[in-house]
Every structure is written in structure tokens, then in C-alpha cells.
């Protein structure tokens, strides 16, 4: 079993930054792709940014220019960059590794990110 550990949300203005970081408890070198999603109230989970092993990130059309994923393999950790923040990036946060050897993937908890208008 892996565990993924969100972390680096808050509260901040529009128009300002956060960064978070998502620590997984093995390598993350096994895993297809890390990214992250979110989920707003009444909303579905929508993909916000990928990182596949080999380098290639894709990101949300909502998002793209504004956030950046990022990623430490030797620290097991993945991060978010979230610039010129939104209001309408309010939501919570999850982390996602994609293990295709185990044919499964793995979520974080979750951390909650407000953007105030």
C-alpha cells in the first residue's frame, strides 16, 4: 500500500501563490504519473496538472500559465506550483500516482485551498 500526504493549502487573496506538496512513502519512480486533482462543492474531480515519467507534463485548459507541477524523486515528493490564484480555483486538492504495475492508483487525503476574492 502506498500513502500519498497532501500538504500546503490555505487560504490566500486572488491574485496570490501557494505551493503543495504531495510525499508519497515509496518512489515515486514506480509510478506512471503523479498528478493532481481537484474537487470544488457540487463538482466532479477534474484533473489539474500531470506528471508522466519521462518529463512530459499536461495541464487544465483553467489552469495552464497559472501552475506548475513539479517533482523530487529523491524526496518521493511531487509539488504544485499555483500562481495568480482564483477564486474559481477553490477546492480541494488531491494527489493521484498511477501505478500501472499494480494496475491501481492511489489518493491523498486531500488538502482544502481558498482563494478569496
Known amino acids: 500500500q502506498v500513502q500519498l500526504v497532501e500538504s500546503g493549502g490555505g487560504l490566500v487573496q486572488a491574485g496570490g501563490s501557494l505551493r503543495l506538496s504531495c510525499a508519497a512513502s515509496r518512489s515515486i519512480l514506480r509510478f506512471n504519473a503523479m498528478s493532481w486533482y481537484r474537487q470544488a462543492p457540487g463538482n466532479q474531480r477534474e484533473m489539474v496538472a500531470t506528471s508522466i515519467r519521462g518529463g512530459r507534463t499536461n495541464y487544465a485548459a483553467s489552469v495552464k500559465g497559472r501552475f506548475t507541477i513539479s517533482r523530487d524523486n529523491a524526496k518521493n515528493t511531487v509539488y504544485l506550483q499555483m500562481n495568480s490564484l482564483k477564486p474559481e480555483d477553490t477546492a480541494v486538492y488531491y494527489c493521484?500516482?498511477?501505478?500501472?504495475?499494480?494496475?491501481?492508483?492511489?489518493w491523498g487525503q486531500g488538502t482544502q485551498v481558498t482563494v478569496s476574492s
Open positions: 493521484n500516482a498511477d501505478d500501472v504495475v499494480a494496475r491501481t492508483d492511489y
